[in-house]
């Protein structure tokens, strides 16, 4: 028996399964991957173990005797931990004191030095290095993932879950982060990481159990397979092995930054000196390591945030001053790199969500009045185009909060690339999502592009940048380091560019 056995665990929602009979189990020393499209049932079945959710039918054993965890407070106790996907941090909090929020001192008053020191020493040994005295809401996307997965280490877990765990990590800090996940595993410990990258499951697991529409389909030993097989159990079909791309971009441009920047009283440049423009019909990668200005640049062209310095045009027009709204009206679109925080509201609906941006505005809204049929209609052709996983007989009516992270991204992406969109802006779009959802996700982009629009595709995954853009930029610090045609990059140059040696500086 392993150090956890769940025993065919069954867990509906609505009248429809989320997991149907599903059985696992995990030894001490074992990294073991959990694989299965998004909405497939990998998370719940996690969430169940770790009392968030408890299961209509089934067992669960933990180091041999049976258990019901009634909460996370109870896992953590037991010495089970969870990464989520999506985080469990209080924003306004410290990282440190994220870190050590409800921990049990026996009365006694927490020596916040100590553990201060404790969390620094950690950080240095697994290559995670955030600054303990950050609030959480001035970190990047990556930063916080660091956060959540020292939080889990500190704790002394034998058993880690990861939900995700290096969707916002560069290749090398993926690489550094696995090293961590081996040491652990010669230790004893047990790992359980969710993953969509088949190249992650082949290099650190030891085992994989696939799922697919709820049920487990098939548990492989990974050295006995390959990324063939697991993709073919995972989504029944083989991959596609390129996109389809059409013509040459336009020399005429879309939009052009001049010397933007982002300087506030004592803190650093979030932008500085930003000249970058991106041409009609063409994809503009931008490179860098999560947490170098590539969020506040999408934000400074969306309108989230305005420039303290520099010009703006897009079509032509200055549009430094317009609000979100404005730009948006203007053909920019907006896919944020976290769905929860500014991508969806997710106590509403998928039809609701997919009017976010045009709830005022004809045919749906008239005289202050909705039109629900053509709102219906539009939710109809959304779920059927970008195959959204839904659940209960009207599709349109289910509460976003309660779908997978895939599906909710794909209602997002199926909002902001509209037949208005002149302009997207895509940070991260394939962040989280299982290899179907992001091939077509990524062909969504590139389909955009053959018809002429642009797109601006911010990813921390290398390989997207180098298959999808026209060209690709990279960042530094706030600053473009360079910007490199298609058929002058090599893995070689981006690295040195992102970090911190300028383009001009390579050719010398």
Known sequence: MGILEMKHISKAFSGVYANEDISLSVAKGEIHALLGENGAGKTTLMNILFGIYSADQGEIFWKGEEVHFPSPKAAIESGIGMVHQH????????????????????????????????????????????NPSALVNQLSVGQQQRVEILKALYRNVDLLILDEPTGVLTPSETEHFFEVLRKLKEEGYAVIIITHRMSEIMSISDRVTILRDGKKIIDLVTAETNPAELSNYMIGRQLNSGFVTEGKSSEEKALVLNHVS????????????????????????????????????????AGVRKATEGKIEFCGEDIAKDTVKQRFKKG?????DDRHADGLVLAMNV???????DYDR????RLSFMNKKLMKNRAAAAIEDYKIKTSGTSKGDT????????????????????????????????RGLDIGATEFVRQVLMNHRNKGGSVLLISADLEEIMALSDRIAVMFGGRIMGVLDREHVTMEKIGLMMGGITEEEIRK
């Open 87 to 130: 985080f469990s941090l209080v924003q306004k909090l410290s990282v440190l004191d994220n870190i050590i929020l409800g921990l049990e001192t026996g009365g006694k008053a927490l020596n916040r030095g100590q553990a201060r020191e404790q969390i620094l020493s950690l950080a240095e040994k697994y290559g995670l290095k955030v």
């Open 399 to 430: 509460i976003v909060r309660l779908m997978s992270g895939g599906n909710q991204q794909k209602v997002i992406v199926a909002r902001e690339v509209s037949e208005n969109a002149k302009l997207v802006i895509a940070n991260q779009p394939t």
């Open 262 to 301: 982002i300087i506030k009283p004592k803190q650093p440049e979030f932008l500085s000196d930003i000249c970058l423009d991106i041409k009609k019909g063409e994809v503009l990668g931008i490179a860098g390591v999560d947490g170098n200005g590539q969020k506040e640049l999408a934000e400074v062209i």
């Open 362 to 365: 004809q045919p749906y809204s």
């Open 332 to 336: 920019i679109s907006y896919i944020s």
């Open 351 to 357: 039809e609701e969500n997919l009017m976010l941006r």
